[in-house]
């Protein structure tokens, strides 16, 4: 079973960086896609950003491309979500998740962590 372990969330201006970690045990990590996906409060789950297993493939959801980078170390077991440029509306709690395949859809992750909360002052 694999658990995952989100951490370097936290509060910060606008235009500030924050980085975000997924450790993950209990499994084969270099065998999983890794996703982050994030919720604002009152809305749906949202998908963030994915990375294959090899770490040369990855994706974006349009409003994060060029600001946000996703990178994996499979010797260390994580999965790191770089956050520059942060927006207020970039304010959520971000999950980490780790699934067979890299998607969009979070139905294809099967793993989920805790989250970490993201509040981006304006």
Known sequence: QVQLVESGGGLVQAGGSLRLS???SGGT???YAMG??????????EFVAAINWTGRS?????????RFTISRD????????QMNSLKPEDTAVYYCAAGANPSVDEKAFNFWGQG??????S
Do not use: I, M
């Open 29 to 31: 990590f270099n065998g």
């Open 58 to 66: 990855t994706s974006y959801k349009d409003s994060v491309k060029g």
């Open 74 to 81: 499979n010797t260390k077991n994580t999965v790191t979500l």
């Open 36 to 45: 982050w996906f994030r919720q604002a409060p009152g809305k749906e789950r």
């Open 22 to 24: 997924c450790a993950s």
């Open 116 to 121: 970490t909360q993201v509040t981006v002052s």
